[in-house]
């Protein structure tokens, strides 16, 4: 896919928004479903849209001087935190993608455990996976311009949300 994104990235010539996708705490539906929505839109959106971080697809990524970062799920663990601030200084804008970024739900219900709650097993994975103390929705951390919600995101207010930066970033689809 990577060769893909890149030959189809290469030769227009005009002005494409520059896009990164990243993933955070949640299920990653949302990441799946866009795959699952490139497989219709591939061809369309490469000619607008340069994807520059999108480990799903690419091993070549970068953050800088991106239109648009669209981040999916829950920031839980302080060097989530500092990604995330990284990638609020790179961006443009920033749109929260699922219910875990937009809400931080289901990912906050551990934020309501208390200590006699939290077993052996629980605990393993807490000391094990670099968790922080709660966990929060993206705007707990940075700015925040547009929500696309729903678990997965709803795939009509993601289109609508990609013209809405298309149309403000001046970016034209040719034939």
Known sequence: MDRAL??????????????????????????????????????????????????????????EDLDVAFVEGAISSD????????IRE?????????????????????????????NERIRWYLDHFDYGRDVKPLDGVIKVDDMVRGCPMKVQSFEQTLNKYLELFEVTRHG
């Not at 010539?13 to 993933?23: I, N, T």
């Not at 060097?79 to 990284?86: G, I, M, N």
């Not at 961006?91 to 993608?97: N, Q, S, T």
């Open 6 to 63: 890149q030959r189809a990235d290469a030769g227009h010539g005009h002005r494409k928004l520059a896009v990164g996708w990243f993933s955070f705490t949640c299920c990653e539906d949302s990441t799946i479903l866009l795959a699952e929505l490139l497989n219709d839109h591939l061809d369309e959106w490469t000619k607008v849209v340069e994807f520059r971080h999108m480990k799903t697809l690419k091993s070549r990524n970068s953050m």
């Open 79 to 86: 060097s989530q935190a500092e990604e995330v601030r990284r």
């Open 90 to 118: 790179n961006a443009r804008y920033v749109v929260a993608i699922g219910a875990c970024a937009c809400t931080g739900k289901p990912s906050t219900s551990r934020n309501q455990f208390v200590d006699e709650q939290i």
